[in-house]
């Protein structure tokens, strides 16, 4: 048993994942060169359709107001800069941020449309004993609304963010104080959990891992949040959460915040939509009947700008999740079961990403090129992933060469070399069937290994990352296998 270093908490490497993915552009499937028009995935939120507010076509670009040093006014105090060298959005296709001038237009950003993507309801319960309320919810919105995951579904839109995430429940449960205290020094912000709304979707601070404004970089659902692997979350709040003012429209409560003070919306004494001069530098300000309370802006840094009162005084946990007190989560990994567990399966999904290559000069079917479009962002992000837990501090390394040996039996649904060589020399019709078959099997065999896996050494409870990307495969194998099995049951 290896204790993690406390410089990669669980939410900072989740973060990193499936909020930045790396972009590779698909090499099958799409036209190069060619504009895309992503009119159809944009939004008219009602907030940017009066003068109130921040202007939603000129939205101040969050990347330069991050602090590590003390909280001020508009900008995100941070307990750590970003890492440049992190995975992201790929900057040469946003066309929504005005690079010269600083600013984004919220107006003319792509979001994950709806579809068919239903996961299970989301649920949040509230109670309050001793002093303390506690807030569990599955992470899943309360509400339904939910944006059509995966997003490498939209190719325009995996282009730009080749987040592979698909969100799925966990249970997560806030211990705050019911009558927190204004601290007499705020406290920084990490990456990660930083509060939770009451439609039971946790919220996580303005940035990314590179400490790049979140909201402006990253492509969300229409409602708001987006998965890092299967954890759903908000950098910002969703406008229909804001639903219930108060008699004189200040906006009413829409969750708390770790330290234990509420976060209200848009809207400030009178219901007029509030600005960041509006708020200290924590993002929030002090009116009866509330006393001290944090508001959500539609600028930078959205929710909070620092802690108010203590986080610390706060628990938070959840069916993974541990110790929080430093402002890091120290969690515990078996080392040798999961390097070989990820070993294992980046040979796997190697052997995804060589059948998916055979695509371009074996088939005409536009079906097929698109579930290897898919194919390659999924498999090759989630290699760059695995690559990333192996090689850096996330996993330290150990003792690898006394689990080689497993790895054959760690590997189910891999081809035969002799079945590659036939899929290598199959055409049209014969080799969407052998493909499909193939990759349905392969598929079935991911799923299969994270069985093997956790029978064999049980939810790794306490090693959060690697649980959320197992069950980041389970859902993602298991709806693309059931959208193969419907094109390989049309085939003539
Ligand atoms: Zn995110
Ligand atoms: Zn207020």
Redesign the pocket.
């Known amino acids: 048993m290896i204790t993690i270093s406390k410089k990669f908490s669980w939410l900072s490497v989740c973060f990193l994942l499936a909020c930045d993915a790396e972009v590779n552009q698909p090499e099958v499937g799409e036209e190069p060169g060619e504009p895309v028009d992503l009119s159809s995935y944009f939004i008219t939120p009602t907030l940017c359709g009066d003068s109130e507010g921040p202007t939603c076509t000129s939205l101040r670009l969050g990347d330069a107001y991050l602090t590590t040093t003390s909280p001020a006014q508009g900008k995100l105090f941070a307990c750590v800069a970003g890492n440049a060298g992190a995975p992201g959005s790929n900057p040469a296709r946003i066309t929504w941020i005005d690079w010269a001038a600083g600013t984004w237009n919220l107006l003319a950003k792509p979001f994950l449309p709806s579809g068919s993507f239903s996961p299970q309801s989301g649920s949040v319960s509230v109670s309050e004993d001793g002093g303390i309320r506690s807030i569990t919810v599955n992470n899943l919105p309360v509400d339904g609304r939910i944006g059509d995951w995966p997003m490498t579904q939209y190719a325009a839109l995996s282009a730009i963010d080749g987040n592979p995430g698909v969100p799925a429940a966990t249970n997560v449960t806030f211990n705050i104080p019911i009558a927190p205290v204004v601290s007499v020094t705020p406290s920084c912000t990490s990456l990660g959990a930083i509060g939770v709304t009451l439609n039971g979707v946790v919220l996580y601070n303005a940035v990314d891992a590179r400490g790049n404004d979140a909201v402006a970089h990253e492509i969300v659902d229409e409602f708001g949040g987006h998965p890092a692997m299967s954890a759903y979350h908000y950098h910002f709040l969703p406008e229909r959460l804001d639903s219930a003012p108060m008699s004189d429209g200040?906006?009413g409560l829409v969750g708390y915040i770790r330290d234990g003070f509420g976060l209200?919306g848009y809207d400030?004494?009178g219901g007029v939509e509030?600005t960041n001069a509006d708020l200290d530098e924590c993002h929030g300000?002090d009116?009866s009947p509330?006393g001290y309370?944090y508001?959500a802006t539609i600028e930078y840094p959205y929710t909070i700008g620092c802690y108010r009162g203590d986080p610390e005084s706060a628990s938070f946990s959840s069916v993974r999740t541990v110790d929080d007190k430093a402002g890091g989560i120290s969690y515990e990994v078996k080392t040798e079961p999961v390097r070989a567990f990820l070993k294992g399966m980046i040979a796997h999904h190697q052997q995804a990403l060589d059948m998916v290559a055979l695509v371009p000069r074996s088939t005409y079917g536009r079906d097929i090129r698109e579930v290897a479009v898919r194919m390659h962002i999924t498999q090759s992000e989630e290699i760059k992933l695995m690559q990333y837990w192996l090689n850096g501090d996330v996993i330290p390394d150990d003792d690898v060469g006394v689990v080689s040996g497993d790895q054959d039996r760690l590997m189910p649904g891999m081809l035969s070399e002799e079945r590659m060589a036939k899929l290598r020399t199959a055409q049209g019709d014969d080799f969407d069937r052998l493909f499909l078959q193939s990759m349905i099997e392969h598929h079935k065999g991911a799923i299969e290994m994270v069985h093997v896996f956790l029978e064999r050494f049980g939810s790794l409870g306490e090693t959060i990352v690697v649980d959320w990307f197992i069950d980041h495969i389970k859902a993602e194998q298991g709806i693309e296998v059931a959208r193969m099995s419907r094109m390989l049951a049309r085939l003539p």
């Open positions: 200040h906006s209200y400030g004494e509030l300000h009116h509330l309370h508001h």
